[in-house]
């Protein structure tokens, strides 16, 4: 059933251009109904080899078994936005980095896929203002509960309280989707998970919403604010529901995949029995059915740059990979809606690791013996050029990340620009190698959220809409099996299975 949430409603107006020409696009499932005893697609196309793209290969195969061929189109390295780079002999993570220990999906890839976890410690925090560190973490578990109740008072553990709340609820997908339930938008999915609460999370900034609550303006300065910065590059003016999913990733026991989370991502291909084509997808052609009265439906012709790949039709195509502007450089053709025409756009961070000696006197440190801090977040200050600062630990090893300060090692710096030569000697009192990355890392943020459509065609299927709710690999991986779990409904008319109402988790 489809509801018409006041909040959800402008959002549906702005899909509904192509929902009322095309009535057999989204809830309507009339175009369907005349469909009975339907043999499965023979042919789906998947644009994208990240974790998204991999997952859905993964939860499609578990979906429409064994015949379909599923080929995974990919125009760079299998892993995306999941990558490592190489400095003095050590790999290290240079994209998405941490998988919360709540992260199910991921979990139970590395499990089926055996391959096993890494335990992500890292270290003591402090956090600087451009001038001094407001908070520095000390040894002493005790030391620090009082130095935060002092100066944040029960914002903290307040804060603790809404966050298990809001992943007590969004637990339920793993039940839903356990149910084989799918949902047709994002804001479909979020309300099923959370109700109002979690849409309405998605039109405020986590700063209206916290102080809303009565969470101080220090608090939100010194404590959210840095946590903002690493993680999503931004700051308090993303949705709230971004802002938890991002001070979740600050909680502890993170982990990451032994020897590279990208490894996921080709262990879900080969699980999937998916053929990987190197190539870019310039153009999806929709390939319209001789007559809808017929009852055949609509195919996709895949044009594929650099690429002699000859079965370029398909029944199903999923599109895993950011269609915004410049990025997937898709064109669509012979639809008779605009396809990936989206607002917003991609926020960029720099990722830089620095195997050196950390300049600790640009911290306002005098004191080299005294320095013990391993992650240095920062508050917003336009003086700063950096996002963040941490040591990295290579990906064979779970150990603590407790670096010497007086001993060169491996830093991660985000930075919104790439570093220059004259930021790197204020970082850096000497340092032997670096590796930069520049990445549209995710969506630049502005609430209200308006969420791009999951259902593009017939059956054709964006995954990178869940992105605007926020962006994890287990966001991708949620996304993924929504997908599986829609495109087989649908093709096999399940109605009852799709955007159904007070699930019961
Ligand atoms: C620096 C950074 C840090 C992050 N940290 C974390 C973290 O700690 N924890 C976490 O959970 N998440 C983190 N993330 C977010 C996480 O990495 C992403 O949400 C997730 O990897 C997205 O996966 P995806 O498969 O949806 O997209 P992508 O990984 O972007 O995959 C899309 C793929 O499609 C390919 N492609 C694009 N266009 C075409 C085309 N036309 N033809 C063929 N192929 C095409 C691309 O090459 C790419 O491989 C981070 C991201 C970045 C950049």
New binding site residues.
């Given amino acids: 059933m489809v509801r018409t949430l006041a909040l959800r409603g402008g959002i549906r107006s702005w899909v509904g251009v192509h929902v009322h020409n095309n009535p057999w696009w989204t809830g309507g499932l009339r175009y369907f109904n005349a469909e009975s005893d339907k043999s499965p697609p023979k042919r789906i196309a998947i ?8 997952a859905a290969a993964y939860f499609l195969r578990q979906q429409f078994g064994k015949c379909a061929q599923i080929d995974i ?10 990558a490592t780079t190489t400095v003095e002999g050590n790999e290290y993570e ?7 220990p709540r ?1 199910l999906h991921m979990k139970d890839f590395i499990r089926q896929l055996g391959l096993k976890e890494r335990q992500v410690n890292i270290g003591r925090v402090g956090i600087y203002n451009g001038e001094k560190f407001t908070f520095e973490e000390s040894s002493s578990f005790l030391i620090n509960v009082l130095k935060l109740q002092w100066r944040y008072g029960f914002n903290l553990i307040r804060l603790k309280i809404w966050l298990n709340g809001i992943l007590e609820k969004f637990s339920r997908i793993y039940h839903y989707q356990h149910q084989e339930y799918a949902f047709t938008t994002v804001e479909e999915l979020l309300h099923a998970l959370g109700g109002d609460e979690f849409i309405s999370m998605t039109q405020a900034t986590v700063e209206e919403v916290l102080l809303k609550a009565g969470y101080s303006q220090k608090f939100m300065d010194e404590m959210v604010t840095p946590v903002m910065r690493i ?1 999503y590059g931004q700051n308090k003016n993303v949705s709230a529901f971004v802002g938890a999913v991002s001070l979740a ?1 600050a909680q502890p026991n993170l982990w990451a995949v032994e020897g590279g989370n990208w490894l996921v991502c080709q262990g879900l291909i080969n699980a999937a029995s998916a053929e990987l084509v190197q ?4 153009a999806v052609e929709c390939q319209s059915p001789p007559s809808r009265a017929e009852k055949t439906f609509s195919s996709y012709k895949l044009d ?1 740059e650099k690429s002699d790949f000859s079965y370029s039709v398909y029944d199903i195509v999923v599109l ?3 269609l915004h502007k410049n ?4 064109s669509f053709q012979n639809f008779s809606h605009p396809v990936g025409d989206f607002s917003g756009k991609y926020h960029q ?1 720099v ?1 830089t690791v620095v195997y050196g000696l950390l300049n600790v006197p640009f911290f306002s440190y005098k004191n080299l013996n005294e320095f013990t801090l391993n992650e240095i977040l920062t508050t917003e200050n336009p003086k700063l050029f950096i996002s963040s600062v941490g040591a990295l630990s290579p990906l064979n090893v779970s150990v603590d990340c407790k670096v010497k300060v007086t001993e060169p090692a491996a830093w991660k710096v ?1 930075s919104p620009e790439p570093l220059t030569q004259e930021q790197l000697d204020l970082l850096f009192a000497s340092y032997s190698s670096k590796s930069e ?1 520049t ?1 549209l ?2 969506p630049h943020y502005a609430p209200p959220e308006i969420f791009p459509p999951i259902i593009l065609h017939d059956n054709m299927y964006y ?2 809409s869940i ?1 605007w709710a926020a ?6 991986a949620i ?1 993924a099996r929504n997908i599986a779990l829609l495109a087989h409904h649908r093709w096999y008319q399940k109605t009852d299975k799709i955007d159904q109402e007070n699930l019961k988790a």
């Fill in positions: 644009v994208g080899a990240g974790i998204g793209g991999t189109f990919e125009n760079g390295k299998v892993g995306g936005r999941l240079v994209g998405g980095t941490v998988i919360h992260n993680n990733g190539g870019r997808v310039t594929i895993a990979a950011p990025m997937a450089n898709i961070t990722a985000f990355r990445w890392a995710y995954l990178n992105e962006s994890a690999m287990e966001m991708s996304a």
